[in-house]
């Protein structure tokens, strides 16, 4: 099962939010193989946010870009070892079928670190300098090693301490007690009285006697012990083997490991799994463990999947999209979608609003439109094609618009179209800036790069109060972008006509169809669609 995102252009408009809410409903509808996401690549507008929240509808979240990210390749499994489980534990993971380079080690439910057979391996040839190691025992764990059974328990339940075998004579065990001072060691000997009885004195931290299969014959004191004895029923060689396995896994463990966050990009974890000295990296999301990787996992970069919706051009798409794997595109503007290496699923029509498409593919698979979603789908057109007034209405518009207003339990289309958009900012109020990105393309045209950003409202009495601020942040805008020119257009759904504010181009200017009010203000009667009225008539102007 796939996870794909549906998704709009940047600077989403009405249009664009609802094409993405309606479509994935539908998708995840007619193909339950497959996972859909709305998501939006922009910040909501004014009139859609409250748009949405007047409908009670969740909009899609915020997704910065489609890059992949090291989540797409991070693994889990049901392999794990316990920071107090025996390094044998470990070693017979790795013993297994599993292809896995590391091991996660977990504190009940809580990640503690990643092992792998580099740690292990440390751990075999560890000499500290040539002296005899010393190791950290937890008692608890010699009967998960060594078969057998304790004689008495002990005091302490963990220690640290060397190992001492004791297979030599006596006189020649003792010296060697004698030099192991400040550091006595667990012994491992067989049924010897001799050696116990020195242990025993010199309270070393535990014994381990070796193939005791059925009691210890040695007559000792054991009550004046206080360490642990452990009867092991294997030879000594293969009880000392085994002993040192019985060393907790945490003591292997790597102190403040590097750690990815899930939403690292691909490339950048792998370049520093890489450069690290690790075999695998943990990855967590905030602060909560989410799984690892190994280098195995980056030797193929998977590709997110996507829908485009509301446009078609990689450069109006998300972050990322060039990367990404486009599945479908549904869309009613012009057609410059880049190459694909796949064929893919394209319905481009020329209707007044995307929803409409959509509304059409409802239709074709038989699906349900509920008076919730058929009140998204109606604000999606009925904001794109401002009311059924714009030239870029079509009949298909008109009748879709009709059966979503029985379907969605709305009485008026004008008091439903008014009341959305009456919610839109006041631009006299609003930050300019953010106002002129809200809805803002770029075309390259004719050795041209200029932007258009348009913003509906309810009157254009009060233009004056804001058109030079708006000229003076236009302007910032084109150099920010590196235009050659940029526009703003202000459209009054109400009395159907707009106001273009743009930066100066002179040898443009004086060719537009426009009356010119004021310096860088035009009056554009009956100019509702810039896609439908004003780029072609900029198109023109630029030819001539």
Known sequence: MAEIFVCGHRNPDM???????????????????NTYYPVRCGNLNDTTKAQFDRLGVTPPPFIKDVRTKVLSVTRNTESVVQVGDPVYNLVSFYGSSSKSSVVPVMEGEQYRGLLSVDEVSSF????????????????????????????????????DAPIMVGAMRYVIFCKHMEALEGRPPILVVGDREDHIRKAIELQIPAIVLTGIEDHVT???????????????????????????????????????PIRLEDDCLFDVARD???????????????????????RRCFLERPKTKVIMVDHNETEQGVSGIDEAEVLE????????????????????????STCTIIYKLYIRYNIEISPEMARVLLSGIVSDTVMLKSPTTTFEDYTAVQDLLVLGDVEDMRTF??????????????????MLEADFKVYRELGVTFGIGQCEVTTLSDIDEYKDTYLSELELLKMAQGLDWAMFLITDVVKENSILLMTSLPITERKLAYEKLGEG?????GVLSR??????????????
């Open 124 to 159: 075999f040839l560890k000499e500290n300098g040539g002296e005899r190691p010393i190791y950290h025992f937890v008692v608890d764990n010699f009967p998960k090693v060594l078969k057998g059974s304790f004689l008495k328990r002990g005091e302490k339940a963990t220690f």
């Open 521 to 525: 203000k035009y009056f554009l009667p």
């Open 531 to 544: 896609k439908k009225q004003l780029l072609p008539e900029i198109l023109r102007v630029l030819e001539e």
């Open 417 to 434: 179209g008014e009341t959305m958009f009456s919610s839109g900012a006041s631009l006299a109020k609003e930050d300019p800036r953010k």
């Open 329 to 352: 595109i549904i869309d009613h503007h012009r057609l410059g979608a880049a190459k694909t290496r796949n064929p893919i699923f394209i319905y481009c029509e020329p209707l007044g």
């Open 272 to 294: 520093i799994l890489a450069e690290s000295e690790y075999r695998g990296l943990p990855v967590f999301k905030g602060g909560k463990y989410t799984g690892f990787v190994t």
């Open 15 to 33: 249009d664009s939010i609802c094409a993405a809410h309606s479509y994935a409903f539908l998708k995840n509808k007619v193909d339950p193989n």
């Open 218 to 256: 040695s007559n000792v004191d054991w009550d004046s012990y206080q360490g642990p004895v452990y009867l092991s029923a294997l030879d000594t060689a293969e009880t000392l083997r085994l002993l040192r396995l019985s060393v907790p896994v945490k003591e292997l463990m790597v102190q403040d």
